[in-house]
C-alpha cells in the first residue's frame, strides 16, 4: 500500500461538483464500466456528484463482446454492442464522471472514506458502487487452460472471424451459447453445439432461430472431457451423458459458454456474499457496508440483463447520492 500515491480528482470532472472541503476524495467511485456502472455514472453525473468511474479492462463490459442486442428498449431494430457500450460511455461523460480504464486490485472498505487501489494509484471516496460484473465459467478439462487463445474462446464477437469456413464447437445451452453458435454460422461452415441435456436453456425465440438455422448442429447429453490439438485445436473428446459412451469430433475451435461467475474475489471478507458468490444487497442496492451499494450482474444470479443491470445502476447512484446528502458535513 506505501506505493501508492493518492489521485487527484480531474479539474474537468469536478467543475460544476460540490464536493465538500476536502478535495482528494470523491463523492463516488465506480468500480466496474458495463450498463450497471455506466448507468449509475449517468444519474451520478447529473446529480452532480463527484464521481469517478474505474472500467476495468474491457470499457462497455460483456455488453461490449455482444454481436446485437435486440431486447434493450429505445432500439427496434436491435443495436450492435459495441456500439451500445460507447452510447452508454459518452452519456456518461457528457454529465462529467471521470471514467479511468483500469482494473481494480484492492479495496478498504473497513474504514470512510473508502479506498480503491489500482495498479499504482489508490483512490478515495465517500461512496462506492461495486459494478464488477461476471466472468465466463471455464469448464475446467483438461486442454481447456493450454489452448485457450490458440484455439477456445469464450468470445465469438472478438475471435469469430478467424473460423471462416471452418467448423467449431460450442458448449452450452443457455442464451449465450445460442446466440453466439447463430453469429458464429456467418463465419463458420458448420457449428456443433454440445449441450448437456437434451433440452436447451435458452429462450424460445432463441431456440427457434438456431433449431432453424442449416450450418449449426446439435450434439446433446454430452458434455466435453478434453480438448485436443498440437500447436492449436484440432478435436474435442466428447462423452455422452445417458449412454457413457464417448467419441472425438473435430474441430478448429472451441467457443465456452457455460454460465458467468460473478467477479467477487476482491469483496471477500469485506462484503457480505452469498453461498454462490454474488454481493448480497438489498432492494436499495445497499450491501452490509453503508455507502457501499452494487449494482448487475455482480450481485444478480437470476436475470444478467443489460436492462436490468441499467435499471439496477440507476437504484445505486440514488441511493448513493441520498446517503452522501446525510452523511455530509454541515
Ligand atoms: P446460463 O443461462 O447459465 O446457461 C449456461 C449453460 O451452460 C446451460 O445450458 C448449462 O447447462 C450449461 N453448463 C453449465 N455448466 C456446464 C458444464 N460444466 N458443462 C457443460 N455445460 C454446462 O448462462 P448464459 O447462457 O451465459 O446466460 C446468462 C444469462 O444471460 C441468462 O439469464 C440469459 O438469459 C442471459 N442472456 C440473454 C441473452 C438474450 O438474448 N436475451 C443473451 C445472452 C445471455 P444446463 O442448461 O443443463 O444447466
Known sequence: MLDFKLAQPQQEA??????????????????GGGPAGLTAAIYAGRARVKTLLLTGSLPGGQTANTDIVENYPGFPAGIEGPELAQKFQEQ?????????????????FSTRP????????????????VAAGAEPRRLGVPGEEKFFGRGVSACATCDGFFYRDKRVV??????????????L??????????????????TKINREHALANPKIRFVWDSVVEEILGEQTVNSVRVRNVKTGGTSVIE????????GMKPVTELFAGQLELNEQGYIVSDQRQRTNMPGVFVAGDVQDPLYRQVV???????????????????HSQP
Open 114 to 129: 473508502f479506498t480503491v487501489l489500482t495498479h499504482g494509484t489508490a483512490y478515495q471516496a465517500q461512496t462506492v458502487i
Open 14 to 31: 469536478q467543475q460544476d461538483a460540490d464536493s465538500g472541503p476536502d478535495n482528494q476524495v470523491y463523492d463516488l467511485i465506480i468500480i
Open 185 to 202: 454460422t456467418r463465419f463458420a461452415s458448420e457449428v456443433i453445439v454440445i449441450h448437456r441435456r437434451d433440452e436447451l436453456r435458452a
Open 170 to 183: 460450442v458448449v452450452g445451452g443457455g442464451d449465450s451459447a445460442i446466440t453466439e453458435a447463430i453469429f
Open 92 to 108: 456518461a461523460g457528457r454529465f462529467g464522471a471521470q471514467i479511468v480504464v483500469d482494473n481494480v486490485t484492492e479495496v478498504n
Open 308 to 326: 436490468i443491470a441499467a435499471g439496477s445502476g440507476a437504484v445505486a447512484a440514488i441511493e448513493a447520492e441520498r446517503f452522501l446528502e446525510q
Open 251 to 258: 474441430t478448429d475451435g472451441v467457443f465456452l459458454y457455460v
